[in-house]
């Protein structure tokens, strides 16, 4: 096996010279202790003093609750300050976060409680509906997140912790609690055992991935080489992604509360109209973002402005047109808040055409690469050295490697190994050998290229890759991102039946009812695009034949559709 390895900007970081992470949290917290740390959009505001005293007492109850370093401690609802407070509570305390996609099923969140030996259980107002607790008999108590009332107590330790809290708060800190009383648990080795996240399981049930604390650290750490110098202390930025997955984790909440930003949280579930909303007000200094948030906004809000026939000829003019692109920009830069230092776009492949508009009036705009197993970043470059179609290159603390024997021109395995890697899978060995071979290398499972520079190119899951009737590679990534850009196709993925390729496609039926079109207009819409289509394509990857669904695909949190429900 050939490979080319891309190690310049690798640090072999020894593992004594990694800072606890604790103490990083520590010292943010005293060091930016006046500002304002944590938002809930149109709600209440907590300063880091704030953060720091509600912190206190959870470690109080911890503590007399009979909470051990070590034990598990899940949480599960909608992004908001008092979730990342509990999370943070738990890190500092010296307990393992169990953080659980509030979009998992009940029977989901039941399995994770029960798999991960949770002992306390934070729950969300619609989370604390929908699950039931006599399904997870070995939890100690569940604690709801809003107000950190007990839902469910299963100890006369915690039912007296939580009962007599502020009265153990006052007697502990009678003069009131000050910053010299921030004191955090500090973990005895960088590899020691952070958090479990569990996968969104795009392909069946969920593992659970043991993120050490040095992965974390080396997340923010190179979110500091990176983004450090752009953004400032008391910068605003916004939590849109879920705090439950690892991406929104490390980029929308550790980095920033680290940095001293000032993050707030949409607590309900943010539509196209309320994440533009939100920009309007918050102003984010910075924006991470799965692709089909921003797309969304692009096709929906910008793109149809740009299609009148006036506009089209403007954009042809050469004297005119470097005017109208500024004109363009400012007006794409403003929808986002006008003051961001740039995008971020991560978690799925971003569609080229939105990617093309954007390149085209020069918008600040990136596209990164990472897994869960690497909590999660592996591939960035900064917007203005970012190759249009890559994903960046190897980020800080990590190598990247194509397993092919032509890494330039034929796909083959993305491998990463370095600071961010996992320790493994909770109670699951065999998967971790599977996934992480001798010598530390991370096999992904995606299919990509690498360019002489280093640049990463995604070709897509090397299990969602298809065989030709004669043994070609297909790749339907690369097919779907054709179709979305097409009329009226809201979104699509390709499946094999038999030796054939079928499109399934979900139309924008808004749209097609303000053209006045009917179902039967709609596949003939759909069938030229077939026939536009496969003009692009090689013979073995062309599209047989279309169907439409009428309802949107399910997806996991990360917004990738459940390709495994389709096939």
Not at 86 to 106: M, N, Q, S
Request: hydrophobic content about 40%.
């Amino acid at each position: 096996m050939k490979d080319v390895t891309f190690a310049q900007n690798f640090d072999n970081c020894a593992m004594e010279n990694i800072p606890s992470f604790n103490s990083v949290i520590q010292q943010s917290i005293v060091n930016h202790w006046d500002n304002d740390a944590l938002t809930d959009y149109k709600g209440a505001t907590l300063q880091y003093n704030d953060v720091a005293r509600k912190i206190e007492k959870l470690h109080i109850l911890f503590e007399n609750s009979g909470v051990e370093r070590g034990d598990k401690i899940a949480l599960c609802g909608r992004n908001s300050a008092n979730w990342a407070v509990a999370f943070l509570a738990t890190l500092t305390y010296g307990a393992v976060a169990v953080p659980i996609l509030h979009e998992f099923t009940p029977e989901q969140v039941h399995n994770i409680v029960n798999h991960s030996d949770a002992k306390l259980l934070f729950v969300g107002d619609v989370v604390a509906t929908t699950i039931d607790a006599t399904k997870m008999p070995h939890l100690e108590g569940i604690v709801y997140i809003p107000d950190y009332s007990l839902v469910v107590s299963r100890t006369d330790k915690l039912t007296y912790a939580r009962e007599h809290l502020n009265e153990l708060y006052g007697k502990k800190y009678p003069k009131y609690f000050r910053k010299e009383h921030v004191k955090y648990y500090i973990e005895q080795s960088p590899d020691e055992l952070a958090l479990i996240n569990y996968t969104s399981g795009t392909t069946g049930f969920s593992k659970g991935v043991m993120i050490p604390y040095r992965a974390i650290w080396s997340n923010y750490d190179f979110a500091e080489h990176v983004l450090g110098k752009e953004l400032k202390v008391g910068d605003n930025t916004l939590s849109i992604l879920p705090m439950a997955h690892m991406y929104g984790m490390a980029f929308e909440f550790i980095f920033e509360f680290l940095h001293g930003c000032h993050v707030f949280y949409l607590t309900r579930l943010p539509s196209p109209a309320i994440i533009a909303q939100a920009f309007a007000d918050v102003k984010p200094a910075i924006i991470i973002s799965v692709p089909l948030v921003i797309e969304k906004i692009v096709k929906k809000k910008i793109l149809p402005k740009l299609q009148n026939p006036r506009m089209r000829i403007l954009l042809n003019m050469p004297i005119v047109n470097k005017k109208v692109r500024q004109a363009i920009f400012e007006q794409v830069y403003n929808s986002f808040g006008g003051k961001l230092y740039e995008i971020i776009v991560g978690g799925a492949a971003f569609n080229q055409e939105v990617e093309g508009f954007m390149r085209s009036i020069d918008f600040p705009l990136t596209v990164g690469y990472g897994a869960t197993e690497c909590a999660p970043i592996i591939t960035y470059s900064d917007y203005q050295s970012f190759a249009p179609g890559s994903c960046g290159r190897e980020v800080i603390h990590m190598e990247v490697k194509i397993d092919s024997p032509d890494p330039e021109n034929v796909p083959g395995e993305i491998l990463a190994r370095g600071l961010n890697v996992m320790l493994g899978y909770y109670k699951n060995e065999e998967a971790t050998r599977q996934t992480i071979d001798a010598e530390g290398w991370y096999h992904t499972g995606d299919l990509g290229t690498m360019d002489h520079l280093g640049n990463v190119y995604i070709k897509g899951r090397s299990k969602n890759m298809l065989l030709g009737a004669s043994g070609q590679n297909i790749y339907p990534e690369e097919i779907e991102d054709k179709l979305n850009s097409m009329m009226l196709v809201s979104e699509c993925i390709v499946v094999q039946r038999g030796e054939k390729l079928v499109a399934l496609i979900h139309p924008d039926y808004d749209e097609a009812k303000s053209l006045g079109l009917n179902n039967d207009d709609l596949m003939k819409v759909m069938e030229q695009n077939r026939t536009e289509l496969n003009t692009t394509l090689p013979a073995y990857c062309k599209i047989a034949h279309v169907e439409l669904h009428e309802d949107e695909f399910a997806k996991t949190p990360k917004k990738s559709i459940k390709r495994f429900l389709y096939q």
